[in-house]
């Protein structure tokens, strides 16, 4: 009932930039959270930044001070700006959503998975 498609994903320089985004499409009522999150090889999945309603963000340790997390409630997308990017980036980025599908008579609960982007981060 809910796509999340993340896009911006690829190969940087350490120190470089990148920005992901995540869009949702579906018949959204309302979005609660969005998170991202990413998993290395051999690495447990990790929560890297979320944002919910009222812009309330929340970081890893590991990039806080270099990502930043932000939507655009009107496009019911959400971007992650990375700046100074470490080898120790590299994964495979997902985003996830959770909130309310449906219409003001009819609202069910979703959790969705994007499919995630690639972000290797090489000299």
């Known amino acids: 009932q809910v796509q999340l498609v993340e896009s911006g994903g690829g190969l940087v320089q350490p120190g470089g930039s990148l920005r992901l985004s995540c869009a949702a499409s579906?018949?959204?009522?309302?979005?609660?959270?969005i998170e991202w999150y990413r998993q290395a090889p051999g690495n447990e999945r990790e929560l890297v930044a979320t944002i919910a309603s009222g812009s309330m963000t929340n970081y890893a340790d590991s990039v806080k001070g270099r990502f930043t997390i932000d939507r655009d409630n009107t496009k019911n997308t959400v971007y992650l700006q990375m700046n100074s990017l470490k080898s120790e980036d590299t994964a495979v980025y997902f985003c996830r959503a959770g909130g309310l599908v449906g219409d003001l008579y009819n609202r069910q609960v979703f959790d969705t998975w994007g499919k995630g982007t690639q972000v290797t981060v090489s000299s």
């Open positions: 579906g018949r959204i009522f309302s979005i609660n959270r």
